[in-house]
T-cell receptor, first 114, second 111 residues
Framework: DAGVTQSPTHLIKTRGQQVTLRCSPK?????VSWYQQALGQGPQFIFQ???????QRGNFPDRFSGHQFPNYSSELNVNALLLGDSALYLC?????????????FGPGTRLTVT | SQQGEEDPQALSIQEGENATMNCSYK?????LQWYRQNSGRGLVHLIL?????REKHSGRLRVTLDTSKKSSSLLITASRAADTASYFC???????????FGAGTQVVVTP
């Protein structure tokens, strides 16, 4: 049973560029959340997708957008990259029907903006 | 801003010793979870304690929750070198499971 997978593992982009990160949830999971983790800090919630809709959003600008596909996989897009966007981006999946709130995290995508 | 704050920020112990770390949070919660992160990679779920529970055990882990003090503690007994990692507490305050993390405690266990 595959866990949460993310691609790519590492990415280097230049300021002003756009980036797309991808996430496949754990089998049986239907909810995907994205988190940003700056070096030395805890993860910060970006947004959560359920039934292909953004259900809730953290304190992130509109440059951060996402999408969930019918197979529950998800993408995180960041436009007009800033140096401060350099971070580890984590995807987490869960099952709406579990009511346990336990989330399964992927290995993350490390984004470096130069 | 972060909901939780862990204390201490860093902890260095020897194998076989116990490691205790604390987490304080600001608002009422549905539950509190502890996660482990190795070398800046993905987080691994360790244990969840609901707001109406006071103590939970899982293997060498013991978690307590004091909602009156808005605090939790994680105890790792008989630590091993493989326990070297960063440990984060995360709270859930809504019905959709959004996690709010603290800054973490970095634990180093030396053989």
């Amino acid at each position: 049973d595959a866990g949460v997978t993310q691609s790519p593992t590492h990415l280097i982009k230049t300021r002003g560029q756009q980036v797309t990160l991808r996430c496949s949830p754990k089998s049986g999971h239907d909810t995907v959340s994205w988190y940003q983790q700056a070096l030395g800090q805890g993860p910060q919630f970006i947004f959560q997708y359920y039934e292909e809709e953004e259900r809730q959003r953290g304190n992130f600008p509109d440059r951060f957008s996402g999408h969930q596909f019918p197979n529950y996989s998800s993408e995180l897009n960041v436009n007009a990259l800033l140096l401060g966007d350099s971070a580890l981006y984590l995807c987490a999946s869960s099952w709406e029907g579990s009511f346990t709130y336990e989330q399964y995290f992927g290995p993350g995508t490390r984004l470096t903006v130069t | 801003s972060q909901q939780g704050e862990e204390d201490p920020q860093a902890l260095s112990i020897q194998e076989g010793e116990n490691a205790t770390m604390n987490c304080s949070y600001k608002t009422s919660i549905n539950n509190l979870q502890w996660y482990r992160q190795n070398s800046g990679r993905g987080l691994v779920h360790l244990i969840l304690i609901r707001s109406n529970e006071r103590e939970k055990h899982s293997g060498r882990l013991r978690v307590t929750l004091d909602t009156s003090k808005k605090s939790s503690s994680l105890l790792i007994t008989a630590s091993r070198a493989a326990d070297t990692a960063s440990y984060f507490c995360a709270t859930t305050t809504d019905s959709w499971g959004k996690l709010q993390f603290g800054a973490g405690t970095q634990v180093v266990v030396t053989p």
